[in-house]
Structures are given as structure tokens and as C-alpha cells.
């Protein structure tokens, strides 16, 4: 059974920090893309960041480069997403999600393995 927990959001004033961690367990691989998203009331899921199986290759949404980083460590099974530069338009439910395979993609519909979620509130 796949299990990825989010930990490390909270309430932070805009240009703070905050860095977001997921444990994973029970893929079959521990080299499987995955990626993080977040989704603001009333809205649906915004694609944030993702990062190859190896870790070798990320991508980042236009709206959080620059701020965000996505990284992960494949011997401890744990996904980070390092937020600088908060914004009041990041406030959200941030999520990781994990795909079957090592292979990236940008469409959440494309990520069978989901967090529950961890909400990042950034005050103006």
C-alpha cells in the first residue's frame, strides 16, 4: 500500500519561508516521479513542481521559480519542497503526489499516489 504524508506547513508571513516535507513508503520503486501540487479554495489543482526518478531533472511552475524548490532523497524515501519569498497567493493545500513510473508529467490526473495535504497560509 502507497503511503506519502505531507508534514511542515503552517502560517507564515508573506516573504517567510517554509519547507515541506513528504515520506513515502510502499511504492515499488523508490525512483518514481513525483511532483508537488496545491490547491487554493475554489479552485483546482495547480501544478507547482516535479522532479525525475533520480532526482536529476526538475521543473517548476512559472508562478513559483525563483522561490521554490523541489528535491528529494531516494535512501531516506522523502520529497522536500524548500518555499522562500512567500506570497499571499500562495496560500493553498500543498499535496505530493507520486506516479507509477519514473517518468514526469505536469497533469495531476496522471498521478495515481496522493498526500493528504498540508496547508501553507501566507499572511499580507
Known amino acids: 500500500q502507497v503511503q506519502l504524508v505531507e508534514s511542515g506547513g503552517g502560517l507564515v508571513q508573506a516573504g517567510g519561508s517554509l519547507r515541506l516535507s513528504c515520506v513515502v513508503s510502499g511504492v515499488t520503486s523508490r525512483y518514481n516521479a513525483m511532483a508537488w501540487f496545491r490547491r487554493a479554495p475554489g479552485k483546482e489543482h495547480e501544478f507547482v513542481a516535479n522532479?525525475?526518478?533520480?532526482?536529476?531533472?526538475?521543473y517548476h511552475a512559472d508562478s513559483v521559480k525563483g522561490r521554490f524548490t523541489i528535491s528529494r532523497d531516494n535512501a531516506k524515501n522523502i520529497l522536500w519542497l524548500q518555499m522562500s519569498s512567500l506570497k499571499p497567493e500562495d496560500t493553498a493545500v500543498y499535496y505530493c503526489?507520486?506516479?507509477?513510473?519514473?517518468?514526469?508529467?505536469?497533469?495531476?490526473?496522471?498521478?495515481?499516489?496522493w498526500g493528504q495535504g498540508t496547508q501553507v497560509t501566507v499572511s499580507s
Open positions: 503526489a507520486a506516479r507509477a513510473n519514473s517518468i514526469v508529467r505536469v497533469n495531476p490526473q496522471e498521478y495515481p499516489y
Open positions: 522532479i525525475n526518478g533520480a532526482g536529476s531533472s526538475t
